[in-house]
């Protein structure tokens, strides 16, 4: 991963240093407009991130932080992707004419 999208809570420069410097990752802020748009709007790349975190929080394990470390933590989150992308790979493909 190179490159993360973030809300508006991160986008200070302490955030942004962090994460480059504890992975090489480098943050782009995805900023909310409200006072410019009436009604409901998609923001871009920001649904990515709300839309994976929905499927994490369906794994039971993951609802509560009990986990005593940040590598069984790691761990049981990488496990909850691997049974999701088994899921979707396991979809019969439906062909469209």
């Given at each position: 991963?190179?490159?993360?999208?973030?809300?508006?809570?991160?986008?200070g420069d302490e955030a942004q240093r962090a994460?480059?410097?504890?992975?090489?990752?480098?943050?782009?802020?995805?900023?909310?407009?409200?006072?410019?748009?009436?009604?409901?709007?998609?923001?871009?790349?920001?649904?990515?991130?709300?839309?994976?975190?929905?499927?994490?929080?369906?794994?039971?394990?993951?609802?509560?932080?009990?986990?005593?470390?940040?590598?069984?933590?790691?761990?049981?989150l990488q496990l909850a992707l691997a049974f999701?992308?088994?899921?979707?790979?396991?979809?019969?493909?439906?062909?469209?004419?």
């Amino acid at each position: 991963m190179k490159r993360a999208f973030v809300n508006g809570g991160y986008q200070g420069d302490e955030a942004q240093r962090a994460a480059f410097e504890a992975s090489r990752i480098t943050v782009t802020v995805v900023k909310r407009t409200d006072k410019e748009v009436k009604g409901f709007v998609v923001l871009p790349k920001r649904w990515v991130v709300e839309r994976t975190l929905g499927w994490i929080n369906r794994a039971r394990r993951l609802s509560k932080d009990f986990e005593a470390t940040i590598n069984a933590a790691l761990a049981w989150l990488q496990l909850a992707l691997a049974f999701l992308i088994m899921r979707r790979l396991a979809m019969p493909k439906t062909r469209q004419a």
